[in-house]
């Protein structure tokens, strides 16, 4: 229990630290026969404060208890 209260509180400071997560997308442009072009797109998605808020908040609850628990 007190690795994923960690890794919670690591992920917790990861989105309040950056404010968007950036992925690659491939987009099919042009398919004619054999030949096709493919145009990779960058996307953002935001994240919101209150989500990095809430997971650091619960892996630090869970550290907690698995201390108090031994």
């Known amino acids: 229990m007190r690795i994923l209260g960690i ?3 690591v992920a917790g400071i990861l ?3 950056l404010p968007y997560v950036t992925f690659t ?3 099919k442009v042009l398919d004619i026969g054999p030949i096709e072009a493919v ?3 960058q996307e953002n998605v935001p994240l ?3 989500i990095g808020i809430v997971v ?3 892996g630090t609850g869970i550290v907690i208890a698995s201390a ?3």
């Open 7 to 9: 890794t919670l509180i």
């Open 15 to 17: 989105a309040l630290v």
């Open 25 to 27: 997308k491939k987009e």
């Open 39 to 41: 145009a990779e797109k």
């Open 48 to 50: 919101s404060p209150i």
């Open 56 to 58: 650091l908040l619960a």
């Open 68 to 70: 108090v628990k031994k």
